[in-house]
């Protein structure tokens, strides 16, 4: 199965702030990998696919980067709305695997 | 508008049973991946199941096979979870999603529904 890893778990931040949360595959994923965030009892929203496509709808403060092994969520300007758990998943191969998530908080 | 409404969760004692049931709306849901994907009280995000648009492809974690079935009826635009010998560690929020297939062969959960809890406890 494939792992992956969030780093970091939780990350303090004001708003405007340029927020970096990364994730690591323990093996080759090419770029088959999502973004979500969520929100506090509410549903997850896809925010990224295929490592770096941007959802349709989804701010451009929002961006991904990355392939194989190593990828990248980038909030350029933090805004309020964007406070949340935010998970990275890999579609390369079953199971789906979810990374553990980052939870961003007003610094 | 795409449209995920589960339904079916409660509460059931360990080793007891429950189905839970997603219905579709605002797409031709006989085309979709489906998926079950599933969040424990205060923790991360669970994949559970994934069965193609046909039904004849099916998966499951490790953690729930041979205790939970998936199913889907294109026909009434509906996906199921049917779980037996249930367990409290099952005790999650259980989301069904649509999973999108584009033409370069990338894959994402695009549309989710708002989730049903299940609690299983004596």
């Known amino acids: 199965d494939i792992q992956l890893t969030q780093s970091p778990s939780f990350l303090s931040a004001s708003v405007g702030d340029r927020v970096t949360i990364s994730c690591r595959a323990s093996?080759?994923?090419?770029?088959?990998l999502a973004w979500y965030q969520q929100k506090p009892g509410r549903a997850p929203k896809l925010l990224i696919y295929?490592?770096?496509t941007l959802q349709s709808g989804v701010p451009s403060r929002f961006s991904g980067s990355g392939s194989g092994t190593e990828f990248t969520l980038t909030i350029s300007s933090l805004q309020p709305e964007d406070f949340a758990t935010y998970y990275c998943?890999?579609?390369?191969?079953?199971?789906?695997?979810f990374g553990q998530g980052t939870k961003v908080e007003i610094k | 508008e795409v449209q995920l409404v589960e339904s079916g969760g409660g509460l059931v004692q360990p080793g007891g049973s429950l189905t839970l049931s997603c219905v579709a709306s605002?797409?031709?849901?006989?085309?979709?991946?489906m998926n079950w994907v599933r969040q424990a009280p205060g923790k991360g995000l669970e994949w559970v199941s994934s069965?193609?648009?046909?039904?004849?492809?099916?998966y499951y974690a490790d953690s729930v096979k041979g205790r939970f079935t998936i199913s889907r009826d294109n026909a009434k635009n509906s996906l199921y979870l049917q779980m037996n010998s249930l367990r409290a560690e099952d005790t999650a929020v259980y989301y069904c999603?649509?999973?999108?297939?584009?033409?370069?062969?990338?894959?994402?959960?695009?549309?989710w529904g708002q989730g049903t809890l299940v609690t299983v406890s004596s």
């Open positions: 998943q890999q579609l390369n191969s079953y199971p789906r695997t």
């Open positions: 093996q080759g994923i090419t770029s088959y």
């Open positions: 069965i193609s648009s046909s039904g004849r492809t099916i």
């Open positions: 605002g797409f031709t849901f006989s085309s979709y991946e």
């Open positions: 295929a490592a770096s």
């Open positions: 999603a649509r999973e999108v297939i584009t033409v370069t062969m990338r894959r994402y959960f695009d549309n």
